[in-house]
């Protein structure tokens, strides 16, 4: 049985409050062409409303099929360019786990997770009338978590502890990116640091073969940039990310691997691989990306995109080695209303049991739910879409 990726945090839950009114709809979903992959998908719908019930206030919302995610923010409610926000997710599946060793899925040691999560962030601009804002962001949450066997989850593995836990994330953001599929232009330089502690840790697995840490720290950096040309259409974009991390574990270390820009926060896309294929202490990857129009229109578009990382893979979860890198080619569309991808993918080193050399294929699609509405019916009509996508994966 397939599970449901329904984790919709990677919307701008970062270091500022979305000024801009958005109502979407995303889909992503991943196909691997060799060995016996995960499910790798999403579907959700976000809305991020400014002045929602009075002028100053303004929330975030993202609903998946099992799984919630929203936020509710008061501007300069601390001052002038100080923000503060309360938090509330949580659902089912959000904190499974696919075990993954040297490009095969191990569904005997996978199992899922499900739980919920409370914080509260304080969003301060320290760069009042920057033309590129300086953003800077310290959120305390609490959370809770627990596990169950999945189908294939072998007998005799025991389940990490059921626990609650908590987390402090700081981080400082220059500038910002869009979170919608290919932003005309973006410009992005932002550091991060992140300190877990969970109740209760301790041994698990097969006879206790793995840990459950109960300190974990990570920090990680990110810049990227996307341009479009005005006169040609052609758009370029590009970016480094690097982590690190102190006492990871399988839980909280960095996982690399699929194109699914939405499935985490800070996505790391590696085409050809699997999702979260790639487990490691810390990493380093760059990417690039060129699009070019097909039609006088800018509508359709022929892509290329590549990437590459060095990893350091964590003890126990081994990897084909440090260095990975992926290519792919595909087709975009872009209308007022909506966008649709769709891309293979090839991981150059991505291990399966013929030797290196992985397939994939990446459809991604967005639905811009205002400019539907007045394209299709008008902007009088009384239907309002607030659709759950459902979405099941069969092994």
């Known amino acids: 049985m ?20 958005r109502d979407l709809i995303q889909f992503g979903y991943n196909q691997a062409f060799q060995g016996h992959a995960p499910f790798s998908g999403y579907a959700f719908y976000y809305r991020n409303e400014p002045g929602f019930l009075r002028s100053n206030l303004t929330l975030r919302l993202a609903l ?13 409610a601390l001052g002038r360019d100080t923000h503060v926000a309360i938090g509330v997710a949580g659902g089912g599946f959000g904190e499974s786990y696919n075990e993954i060793r040297r490009g095969r899925y191990v569904p005997a040691e996978s199992f899922v997770g499900h739980g919920g999560t409370v914080s509260a962030s304080v969003y301060h601009r320290l760069d009042p009338g920057w033309r590129v804002p300086l953003h800077a962001l310290v959120r305390v949450s609490g959370f809770y978590t627990e596990y169950d066997d999945e189908d294939d989850t072998a007998a005799g593995f025991a389940l990490p502890p059921d626990h609650f836990g908590g987390r402090v994330r700081t981080g400082l953001r220059w500038g910002g990116s ?41 920090w990680w950096i990110r810049a990227l940039m996307a341009y479009t040309h005005p006169d040609l259409g052609a758009h370029l974009s590009g970016g480094v990310t690097a982590g690190g991390s102190a006492q990871a574990d399988r839980l909280s270390a960095f996982r690399l691997g699929a194109v699914l820009p939405f499935a985490t926060e800070f996505a790391v896309a590696l085409p050809g691989y699997y999702f979260q294929e790639l487990t490691a202490e810390g990493f380093v990857l760059g990417h690039a990306s060129l699009s070019w129009p097909l039609d006088p229109a800018g509508r359709w578009y022929a892509v290329l995109t590549g990437s ?3 990893v350091d893979d964590l003890p126990g979860v081994p990897l084909a080695g440090r260095w990975h890198q992926g290519v792919g080619v595909g087709v975009r569309y872009r209308s007022d209303a909506w966008q649709m991808a769709v891309a293979y993918g090839y991981g150059v080193r991505a291990l399966r049991s013929d030797g290196f050399g992985a397939h994939s294929v990446a459809l991604l699609v967005q639905v811009d739910l205002q400019r539907s509405r007045a394209a299709l019916i008008g902007p009088e009509s009384p239907f309002r879409s607030r659709a759950f996508f459902r979405w099941w994966g069969g092994d």
């Open 308 to 310: 590459a990382a060095w």
């Open 178 to 218: 869009e979170p919608v599929l290919f932003p005309r232009s973006a410009l992005e330089l932002s550091v991060w640091y992140e300190l877990e502690r969970r109740g209760s840790h301790g041994a698990y697995g097969f006879a206790g073969d793995r840990e459950l840490e109960s300190w974990s720290h990570r």
């Open 64 to 76: 998946a099929p099992v799984y919630v995610d929203g936020e509710l923010a008061a501007r300069d």
């Open 2 to 21: 397939g599970w449901l990726l329904a984790v919709a945090a990677a919307l701008p839950a970062g270091a500022q409050v979305d000024p801009v009114a």
